[in-house]
């Protein structure tokens, strides 16, 4: 029987919620992993048997978290973490990578932050259930992109729902409306220079206020989200079409390539051209 099971994600056309790598393994007596900084989202949840994440806070202090089955954590993008196996009772442990425009805002709903990347089910059966969602998703990797993508919205969900830590939000139809409202502008207008006044003028609200609902609901400030959204339309372009970089960075609202490649460096981990060549590579392989 085999004991490890990895798959990279084909197929890279959603903005929101996109996967990139999941898996499961039954690891050996110590096995140990980093430490490492990741560029996306990385949820284990633990199967069976036991071990230890130490990973950096917020501030940059390390702190030890012991695991065991039905329990799960999360990696953040940036963080430095080394998670390790029980000398005696290796952990078994299935993995998603994942990320996307409102993972954050997922993600904060969990009540999982740099301070607390624990997962701990509000029941055995809830816990088990989205083990259970992330191993289909590790063991049908022959299905289409779509069928695993709403998959993962389905482990999204059970963990939200599930969390012992989950946040409780209140009247936010309306706010909901202008984040929205200011969402699909964003869409239309990415590829010219718009600014956050622009953005609050058109939900009629004042600039301040606006900024404090966008991240209170979205994870990051509206000129942040802003440019994830180019970048990842950026990579979009950069893996389906031949179109230069310069080209594409013009496209998407940069036109100094240079100010480009410097913020998809700083989102990605590599140079455009870079993230170009390997995104070929690993499509290759897959």
Request: with cysteine; net charge neutral; hydrophobic share 35%.
């Amino acid at each position: 029987m085999d004991d490890f099971s990895f798959s990279i994600f084909p197929n890279e056309n959603f903005l929101d919620l996109r996967l990139y790598q999941y898996g499961w393994e039954q690891c050996a007596p110590l096995h140990s992993f980093g430490p490492f900084v990741r560029n996306h989202y990385l949820f284990h949840y633990v199967l069976s048997g036991q071990g230890q994440l130490d990973a950096a806070d917020g501030n940059g202090v390390s702190h030890k978290y012991q695991l065991g089955p039905g329990q799960g954590f999360l990696v953040f993008p940036g963080q430095v973490t080394t998670y390790s196996a029980h000398e005696s009772d290796p952990w078994k442990y299935t993995w998603l990578e994942f990320d996307g425009l409102r993972v954050a805002e997922y993600v904060d709903s969990a009540g999982l932050s740099l301070g607390q990347p624990i997962y701990r089910p509000l029941s055995p059966e809830q816990g088990r259930s989205v083990g259970d969602t992330m191993v289909y998703i590790a063991d049908h990797s022959d299905r289409s992109p779509l069928h695993l993508v709403g998959h993962l919205c389905l482990f999204l969900d059970g963990l939200i729902q599930s969390s012992a830590a989950r946040r409780e939000l209140h009247g936010g139809q309306l706010k909901d409306f202008y984040i929205q409202e200011a969402i699909t502008f964003m869409e239309h207008n990415y590829s010219r220079e718009i600014t956050v006044e622009e953005v609050a003028d058109v939900c009629k609200l004042n600039r301040s206020y606006f900024s404090k609902i966008f991240k209170e609901n979205m994870g990051c400030p509206p000129q942040e989200f802003l440019i994830r959204l180019r970048l990842a339309k950026a990579a979009d372009l950069m893996k389906g079409t031949g179109n230069s970089i310069g080209t594409i960075a013009a496209r998407c609202g940069y036109p100094n390539q240079l100010h480009f490649s410097r913020a998809f460096r700083k989102r990605y981990g590599l140079s455009p051209r870079e993230w170009r060549v390997q995104n070929q590579v690993k499509r290759k392989q897959v």
